[in-house]
């Protein structure tokens, strides 16, 4: 595991501890795992492991599937942000990149 990666990031929380903190039932985290709305990572003997920032996604799919949104548009909306995201990365190092090249700075190698 990387040392950079904040507390709220780190995979040690196990499914029944997910489903106490959630309310959800371990079937319906594993079936919003299948829908691929959760990515938890597994242990060498296979458990599952969710981060504190996975139970928060797992509130709010619950509470937008109690206001009637399907899953398959929780999805969408998943992969959208996750595109605004990866845009507003790639165009802060364009701008980067534009800002050195104006002021000669060198990338170290």
Same mark, same amino acid.
């Given at each position: ?14 499914? @029944? *501890? ?14 919003? /795992? %299948?829908? +691929?709305? #959760? ?28 206001? @009637? *949104? ?14 605004? /995201? %990866?845009? +507003?990365? #790639? ?19």
């Amino acid at each position: 595991m990387e040392q950079d990666t904040s507390y709220k990031e780190r995979k040690v929380i196990t499914i @029944g *501890v997910v489903s106490e903190l959630t309310g959800l039932s371990e079937r319906q985290i594993r079936y919003y /795992e %299948e829908r +691929k709305l #959760i990515f938890p990572e597994r242990s060498h003997r296979g458990n599952r492991k969710y981060s504190f920032a996975d139970v928060e996604q797992l509130i709010d799919i619950a509470n937008k599937r109690e206001e @009637g *949104v399907q899953t398959f548009e929780i999805r969408q909306e998943m992969l959208k942000e996750k595109r605004k /995201e %990866e845009d +507003k990365k #790639i165009r802060k190092e364009l701008m980067r990149g534009q800002i050195n090249a104006r002021f000669g700075v060198q990338k170290d190698s």
